[in-house]
């Protein structure tokens, strides 16, 4: 009984890893300099790059009708308030209108910053499924990358 049922949680384990590495194969290669944004604006009439400044920065791209995105982006507002060596940088892709994002983001009461964002991002960043994570150290390069719904702990496991 318990072989089977390691045998069984070894397989899912190794399934889990092979479709995680089968949705992040086509994003950005970790390891790779993340190349200079355009400036974009942020929902607080700010402006803003995509690029680390001195510390280590998760970059967030997310689309405001994806049901993974709402249900993930309360974990990334906990890891930005408990961790002042990360910044956090949210950017709204695939949107129709910026109303869209302005609602996202008073919805889930996000106070780091939200870039609104626009095909040329998506395409610079090679966002193909929401939301994607792009974990990016001081010196711009990717350390880290993952699609899909990720908790506090393994958001913060990754930025190291």
């Known amino acids: 009984m318990i072989k089977n049922l390691l045998i069984q949680v070894t397989v899912f ?3 889990f890893q092979l479709l995680s590495w089968y949705k992040t ?3 950005l290669s970790t390891d790779s300099a993340v190349e200079s ?13 995509l690029v680390a400044k001195d510390k280590n920065l998760v970059l967030y791209f997310f689309a405001p009708w994806c049901s993974i995105c709402h249900a993930s982006i309360d974990n990334l507002q906990k890891l930005y308030e408990k961790n002042e060596h ?3 940088i949210a950017v709204g ?6 109303q869209e994002i302005y609602d996202f983001v008073q919805q889930h009461q996000l106070t780091f910053p939200i870039a609104l964002g626009n095909e040329q991002i ?11 994570y792009y974990i990016i150290d001081e010196h ?17 496991l990754r930025s190291f």
């Open 86 to 88: 990360l910044d956090v």
């Open 37 to 49: 944004s355009p400036v974009l604006m942020t929902t607080a009439g700010e402006e803003i790059r």
């Open 140 to 156: 711009n390069s990717i350390k880290s990358k993952s699609v899909g719904y990720s908790t506090e702990l393994g958001l913060y």
């Open 13 to 15: 384990f190794l399934i």
């Open 122 to 132: 998506k395409q610079q960043f090679k966002v193909y499924a929401y939301p994607s």
């Open 25 to 27: 194969s086509d994003m």
């Open 93 to 98: 892709l695939d949107y129709t209108s910026e």
